[in-house]
């Protein structure tokens, strides 16, 4: 009898590890698919020679500012 529940208890723990394991890869290539799109999206512009992201303050001009100070031209 004790035998019998020591198989069930390692199958039991066998079929519990397979199924949290393809769950997990799941997530896993999700956010690997994720985080290869983030990379492909970066701008140059925030790369240095190397290919590293600067971690400087960078400058930048919004459309909506421009329009205003058009308007206010005017």
Known sequence: ??????????????????????????????????????????HPEMLDENGNLIHDELIYIRKDILELEDEDED
């Open 1 to 42: 009898m004790e035998i019998a529940l020591v198989v069930l208890t390692v199958v039991g723990a066998f079929l519990l590890g397979i199924v949290i394991s393809w769950l997990a890869k799941g997530y896993v290539e999700d956010y690997i698919e994720n985080a290869a799109y983030s990379k492909s999206i970066t």
